[in-house]
């Protein structure tokens, strides 16, 4: 199936390569490779050097002409100024291996194949690989691989038999594994900032086994941890503004997840709204409650009680894993609204005010906030100047002209309030309709701690039966 593993660092240093099969002696995995793969993917340019001429971002980019109309200088111009995405998880190398790879924290894991292989199924394998590696280690950083590659080569081995994948469960994996993971530092302690009825954010950054910490004291589980269970309520919303603020496209993919310190595998009951409804077009007793598109459960859930209750229940495995996935289409209330608005001052000078809204409530805020604007190729300088209003923390917005845009960001973003980015553009030639198309569109990034914005909620998380050593209580 596989050649060869790998993860890289975000500055291209093979942290873990492992080699399962090889054509003459040599690995895909070795030093030039990995390096000539990195490179490719750090600096995408939409052509796979393997397939001569193919752009693999054809029909894809929406930024990009297609049209062959124009010639001469005037195409060279067009394509100077392309811009292409991310590289794309699967393509071709010139040593002829395909290399598949997914993005987690930073690191880059990756494997390449010479077979014809499914890549949905080795996407899916490389994901596994680093849940895997998440939950031994109890955090997925380069640090803490580095200090546990001992147990992370063990568990390769179990893991993936001659590119084949063998044993890919967390619970499954324990019986073979006996080395202990090292813990490394835990994050800062946020969770009282946020509430402080919830556990600190590096509660949850534990192995799944025994462990030891950095001066080889062992650090048991049944010593020093409690039988817990956290639960998360993640959305990522996509939502598509014209340039008057109005909403063209809005989606909701959403996920309840969990990672379990229980010993002893008890039953655990899940319930949800009532009035949850699954498809717009369902006519339901719930009336006008949640309303989600679709909806997938794990494979351990069991159904049972769900139709007239909302009730899951499971036995849920080791480690992290997704209860459910849901999608949610329509008409909601976004946590924020942007508002541009550009002004030529002079033909080579324009003015953009960027205004930005949080429609969240006030005991809410928006986190790691992060606004681009592209700018014209044309572009020789930018000047940037915001407009600083009481409670945002870690404000700062600089003009990138190696990728010629604007990039604003703010650590903290209180609910209902506003923030406003102004900027100065100059231009190397007059600005005409063309150039104007150059600008935008804005990209917004951010998370909301504690705030879902479907109104999913967790009704109650409870253990069914009655077992001995079990006393559960609430943060």
């Not at 504690?450 to 209580?473: D, F, H």
Request: proline share 6%; charged share 20%.
């Amino acid at each position: 199936m596989i050649t060869n593993f790998f993860v890289l660092s975000p500055r291209g240093d093979t942290v873990i390569a492992k080699n399962y099969r090889s054509k003459s002696g040599v690995g895909a995995h070795e030093r030039a490779h990995t390096e000539a793969f990195f490179r490719k993917v750090k600096f995408w340019d939409g052509v796979a050097p393997g397939t001569p001429g193919m752009d693999t971002t054809s029909g894809l980019d929406s930024g990009k002409d297609s049209s062959s109309a124009e010639t001469g200088e005037g195409a060279e111009s067009k394509e100077s100024v392309k811009r292409f995405g991310d590289a794309p998880p699967v393509f071709v190398m010139p040593d002829g291996y395909s290399y598949m790879h997914v993005k987690r924290n930073g690191l880059i894991f990756g494997c390449a194949t010479e077979k014809n292989v499914s890549p949905v199924a080795v996407i899916e394998l490389l994901s596994k690989i680093a849940k895997v590696f998440k939950d031994y280690c109890g955090t997925l950083s380069e640090e803490s691989i580095r200090k546990n590659f001992i147990l992370l080569y063990e568990l390769l081995d179990e893991l993936i038999d001659y590119g084949y994948p063998q044993v890919t469960q967390t619970e499954n994996l324990k019986a073979f594994v006996y080395n202990e993971p090292i813990v490394v530092s835990t994050v800062a302690d946020t969770g009282k900032m946020i509430n402080p009825k919830t556990a600190s954010a590096s509660a949850v950054h534990k192995p799944v086994i025994g462990s030891v910490d950095a001066d080889g004291k062992k650090t048991s589980l049944s010593a020093n941890q409690k039988n817990e269970i956290f639960v998360d309520i993640l959305e990522r919303l996509s939502v598509l503004f014209s340039n008057n603020g109005y909403v063209l496209n809005s989606t909701i993919d959403g996920c309840i997840q969990m990672k379990s310190y229980l010993a002893g595998n008890p039953q655990l009951r899940l319930a949800l709204n009532e009035d949850l409804v699954i498809g717009r077009n369902t006519s339901t007793n719930y009336g006008s409650g949640v309303t989600v598109d679709d909806i997938n459960f794990n494979d351990c859930v069991n159904l049972s009680e769900w139709e007239h209750g909302r009730t899951l229940s499971f036995y849920p495995p080791d480690g992290e894993f997704i209860v459910l996935n849901y999608r949610m289409t329509g008409d909601f209330k976004t946590p924020f609204r942007i508002f541009p608005s550009i002004e030529e001052v002079e033909p080579n000078k324009l003015e953009i005010a960027i205004h930005v809204r949080a429609e969240i409530p006030d005991n809410h805020f928006g986190a790691n906030v992060c606004i681009e604007v592209p700018l014209p190729q044309t572009t020789t300088v930018a000047s940037c100047n915001v407009v600083n209003t009481p409670g945002a923390n870690g404000v700062n917005a600089e003009y990138i002209s190696q990728d010629k845009k604007i990039v604003w960001t703010l650590k903290k973003f209180p609910g209902c309030s506003e923030q406003t980015m102004r900027a100065k553009v100059t231009l190397s030639g007059p600005c005409t309709s063309q150039i104007r198309r150059e600008i935008g569109p804005i990209n917004m990034n951010f998370e909301i701690p504690m705030y879902n914005v479907s109104s999913l909620q967790v009704r109650y998380l409870r253990i069914a039966e009655n077992m001995p050593g079990y006393t559960p209580y609430r943060w």
